[in-house]
């Protein structure tokens, strides 16, 4: 394995304001501003128990959008925000100095100049900060450094339906990127580093990839592998290692061919973060016709599949807390399927969800809108913890089921009038023979 992951550059890394006491900086990349890393702070981790929402990187450099963001966790039970350290496309939202991205250019135009400044009215306010780290999907660096790519047999590099190219999971040499960017989030002060797109690629044709020595290693041990090593690496700073998995991993015993066999990974890593929005399930899961429409039952079953199953997973290491992203956003593209059950997302839907988890047996969730617009309506007011009674709504009542409309009837054909029969008395009249208009007359599209 490479090891320059804990030897190169990161070696003797030093970190702030890990909620342990130490002061924050205005200038989060300033040298002495941190203290050596000479002890494990394990035991100083924090223990927040997290109700949180996702965070872009351009949202936080924008004041009047993280303005609303940060007076949702002063004034609601919102305590946390997952904010994105490298996004899809692999930008950074802070001028990183991680040498990969660096080499690419991927610090030349960071997505918030501000950060530095509204990362201190984070930390003010005592929201507990979770680095979202874009993994494995990577076209740019997937691209500077082929060798370390999923491929095509001829050595070129592989990209999925969308045209990105992914890192390869399996090489641990390609395990060294995500992780300097967790470690310089560490360094910035994170309280958690969370792996996003941890995983294989799912879309695209795969069978034409060739994973060459690793052909037909097993994916889910991969994942597996990877988090554990990541875990093991940055637990001594006194931070959680959380993963992002699919939401349908809760009820299905494979990992969805991208490696996310739930047992596989209970123990890879603090957190266990399943996507389980009900807008991706398909009709009937559960018993439930409308998972969308029904997040309830939707949420409550699977998060509890999830905990029955973890439960008895054999390992002889700490088992992962399960933390699920909830849906605060609606799904227009699933209309067509739904008919007049289709719902829009409101509080109703949200604190659904939100009561279904804790129904479950667990005390953590996190909240997914792409747009950063989150409706406070379903949320309980900064210093209120009991929701009975509070929502002028039952969050547990199921959704009543609409009877779609009758198809409309097609009319029947109107019956060609009668003639007369042919008698004597009523001579039939020749009809001239219209001819065909050869301008007009296409027998090949005609019909379009």
Excluded at 335 to 345: L, P
Aim: hydrophobic share 35%; net charge negative.
């Amino acid at each position: 394995m490479n090891k320059k992951i804990v030897t190169g550059i990161f070696a003797g890394l030093l970190i702030t304001s890990l909620s342990t006491g130490f002061a924050a900086t205005s200038d989060p990349f300033a040298d002495d501003a941190y203290l050596p890393v000479d002890r494990n702070w394990k035991a100083f981790e924090n223990q927040t128990k997290v109700k949180g929402i996702y965070v872009t990187g351009n949202a936080i450099g924008y004041n009047k959008k993280f303005d609303q963001l940060l007076d949702l966790a002063v004034t609601t039970e919102i305590n946390a925000m997952i904010i994105d350290v490298n996004n899809d496309s692999g930008h950074f939202t802070y001028p990183t100095q991680v040498p990969m991205a660096v080499a690419e250019g991927l610090n030349n135009a960071p997505l918030s100049p501000k950060f530095s400044v509204n990362w201190d009215r984070l930390k003010a306010e005592n929201v507990y900060t979770v680095a979202r780290v874009v993994t494995f999907k990577n076209s740019r660096v997937a691209e500077a450094y082929p060798d370390l790519a999923i491929q095509y047999a001829d050595g070129s590099v592989w990209r999925d339906k969308d045209g990105n190219a992914w890192l390869n999971a399996y090489n641990p040499d390609a395990w060294e990127y995500p992780l300097d960017i967790a470690l310089e989030a560490v360094k910035m002060g994170f309280d958690e580093i969370q792996f996003d797109y941890v995983r294989f690629p799912d879309k695209g044709k795969l069978d034409l990839i060739d994973y060459k020595e690793y052909e037909g290693a097993d994916r889910n041990q991969a994942i597996a592998d990877f988090l554990q090593y990541a875990t093991d690496v940055l637990s001594p700073y006194g931070v959680r290692v959380s993963a992002d998995i699919f939401g349908q991993v809760t009820i299905s015993r494979t990992g969805e061919g991208v490696g996310h066999q739930l047992e596989t990974l209970a123990d890879a890593c603090d957190v266990l973060s399943p996507m389980v929005y009900p807008s991706h399930f398909y009709m009937n899961t559960l018993g439930v016709k409308y998972p969308d429409s029904d997040p309830y039952p939707i949420i409550y079953g699977t998060m509890t599949k999830a905990h029955d199953r973890i439960e008895v997973a054999e390992t002889s290491r700490k088992k992962a807390l399960m933390r699920p992203w909830l849906q605060d956003f609606s799904a227009p593209w699933i209309k067509r399927d739904y008919g007049i059950n289709y719902v829009s997302y409101g509080p109703k839907q949200v604190r659904a969800q939100i009561e279904a988890t804790y129904d479950a047996g667990y005390e953590e969730w996190i909240l997914w809108s792409a747009s950063n617009n989150y409706t406070r309506e379903a949320l309980l007011p900064e210093g209120v913890t009991d929701s009975e009674g509070y929502f002028p709504f039952d969050p547990r009542a199921p959704y009543i089921i609409k009877k779609q409309p009758a198809p409309k009837p097609v009319p029947e054909p109107t019956p060609e009038p009668e003639t007369a029969p042919e008698t004597e008395s009523a001579p039939q009249t020749e009809t001239p023979e219209i001819p065909e208009n050869p301008e007009t007359e296409n027998p090949e599209t005609g019909n379009e």
